[in-house]
């Protein structure tokens, strides 16, 4: 049975987020289907989509009882709570694993059927980068949950609201840029609308009880020429300069002793890391928006 064309549930943790936001923005524009939008705090609710078929819940993942009673009745969750920079507050294995720990054993004890979890490209448990190795984890925790799972690994992702599409356009919008390793590293941008389609009609899908998959955007290139792309489409040419890698990793080494998160050598890693030899396979997620429109709609939201 097609449950959320029915009407069942879709709960969604990170409600928030980016992605969640587009999520829910699907979710409220269908004609069918409800949502259960998880937050970790009341201010979080503010810029959530609002549509009589999506409910919000205010619930920290410290509050197992609580995330059950949240998750009751939903027959999908869609895991969206993660971090790339760790904070004096969260680190990896606070925002990546923890939260997804409990996550599957809330969804276990509520009876949910399936988790879709977007996880990264690159994730893997025995990952020398704590990232990397965080999102890895957490797929564990997810494939061994003993529910249907479906993790979707993704590169950067671009859309309004995204931190990668806000630092594309900040980046792009002066007539020079320092980038690191000259952005020569390759990409494979994929737009968050096509990424929250694919979501949904994860989350609608009967069938095998395991499935991993990798979704990548249709272009292949480097990230000076995803920078230039966008200035050209915010109407100037850009000369992209090159901040060495090695001494990006040696400063942030050294700042790391004396502050937590922010840019680290594990994020620089992450960031320069080449999206086309992450990606192995992709995803069956029908046709994909081609970059040129991705890129158009991103250059809309800049203010001018
Ligand atoms: N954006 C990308 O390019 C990209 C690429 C690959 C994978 N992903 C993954 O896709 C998912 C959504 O990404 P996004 O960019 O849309 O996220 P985002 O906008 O950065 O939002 C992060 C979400 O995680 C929550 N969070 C932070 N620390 C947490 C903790 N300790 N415990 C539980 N939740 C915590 C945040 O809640 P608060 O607001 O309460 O802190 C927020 O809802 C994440 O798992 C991300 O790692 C994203």
């Known amino acids: 049975m097609n449950e959320q064309a029915d009407g069942g549930a879709v709960a969604v943790t990170g409600a928030n987020s980016a992605v969640g936001k587009a999520l829910l923005a699907q979710i409220a524009g269908r004609d069918t289907g409800r949502a259960v939008a998880l937050v970790r705090r009341e201010a979080a609710l503010e810029g959530l989509p609002r549509s009589p078929r999506i409910a919000s819940c205010v619930v920290t993942y410290e509050q197992p009882e609580r995330l059950v009673e949240t998750l009751a009745g939903a027959d999908c969750v869609v895991h969206l709570a993660g971090i790339l920079f760790e904070s004096r507050t969260t ?13 599957v054993a809330a969804a276990q004890s509520a009876g949910v059927r399936h988790i879709v979890l977007v996880s990264s490209l690159g994730a893997d448990p025995r990952s020398s980068n704590g990232y990397f190795r965080s999102k890895g984890e957490a ?17 950067l992702l671009l859309g309004p609201g995204t931190a990668g599409g806000r630092a594309l356009l900040r980046t792009a919008a002066g007539r020079s840029a320092r980038v690191l390793g000259g952005g020569s590293h390759r990409l494979r941008p994929l737009d968050v609308d096509d990424l929250c389609r694919a979501i949904l009609g994860y989350c609608r899908e009967s069938g095998a009880s395991v499935r991993i998959c990798a979704m990548v955007g249709p272009t ?8 230039q792309r966008t200035a050209r489409l915010l109407g100037h040419d850009l000369t992209v300069r090159s901040t060495p890698v090695w001494l990006a990793r040696l400063m942030t080494g050294l700042t790391g002793l004396i502050r937590t998160g922010g ?34 709609r991103l250059c809309e939201t800049r203010a001018p």
């Open 263 to 296: 840019l680290t050598p594990a994020v620089i890693e992450v960031i320069t890391s080449d999206e086309a030899n992450l990606c192995v396979d992709r995803a069956p997620a029908g046709s994909l928006t081609p970059l040129s429109e991705t890129l158009a």
């Open 91 to 103: 680190s990896y294995r606070t925002g990546n694993v923890e939260s997804t720990r409990a996550l």
């Open 220 to 227: 292949i290139l480097t990230q000076r020429e995803l920078l």
């Open 139 to 155: 797929e564990r925790l997810v494939i061994g949950s003993g529910l249907k799972a479906t993790i979707i690994r993704t590169p």
